[in-house]
């Protein structure tokens, strides 16, 4: 099967990255979108070749509410990954077996991120993460893809991800309610809300 039977798409957006305690960094990522996830050796090598110079420091990965974990098929599927790009991988999955005890386990196995998603979906039950390292993506609420969030939440997002930052992890939030515009002004005020950088 041919890479573009894969129907993956990559797509360019700004998320904050923190990696100093009282720093907010904008940076672009690759996102992925699979409708499956390669079951032969000719499909990993077509992927491979594509991608194999796409080295960033995280890749988000989502899969399509009807695709169902096995775990046949993901582990593979992960470790190539890894072998891809060499960097933090953020899986966005939103089937409800994705959230069930053995993918949470081969998610934690293979260090991959299980994505906070606002709103969730397939998810029943609060979040459970796989690693220490934090992946938000905020579709806006009340209405996917078009509100904007509330003018406190920006203080409070900021403040939650110069807590994790502190502690060590690696917190990437990105804003997906792009639909309205609403996604840049949202992100500007968390990187309003961070106190500067300490100048000693």
């Not at 940076?27 to 000719?42: C, D, E, T, Y």
């Not at 190539?80 to 994705?98: D, H, P």
């Not at 515009?181 to 300490?198: I, M, S």
């Amino acid at each position: 099967m041919l890479l573009r039977d894969l129907v993956h798409r990559l797509e360019s957006a700004h998320g904050f990255k923190t990696d100093l305690p009282l720093e907010l960094r904008a940076m672009h990522f690759p996102f992925l979108r699979f409708r499956h996830l390669p079951q032969s050796s000719s499909e990993d090598h077509s992927l491979n070749c594509c991608l194999k110079s796409w080295v960033h420091y995280s890749v988000l990965v989502q899969l399509p509410p009807k695709l169902a974990f096995n775990r046949e098929v993901a582990a593979p599927f992960l470790d190539q990954l890894y072998v891809t790009f060499e960097c933090m991988i953020a899986l966005e999955a939103r089937n409800a077996s994705w959230f069930e005890e053995d993918a949470t386990a081969l998610l934690r196995e293979r260090e991959v991120t299980r994505v906070i998603a606002d709103p969730a979906k397939g998810q029943d039950g609060p979040h459970v993460p796989t690693t220490a390292d934090i992946y938000a993506r905020l579709h806006g609420s009340p209405r996917i893809y078009y509100s904007s969030y509330e003018p406190d939440y920006p203080a409070q997002l900021a403040h939650d991800m110069r807590v994790h930052s502190a502690a060590g992890r690696t917190v990437w939030t990105i804003f997906d309610n792009t639909a309205s515009g609403a996604a840049t002004p949202n992100a500007l005020a968390v990187g309003a809300a961070a106190p500067a950088r300490d100048q000693r």
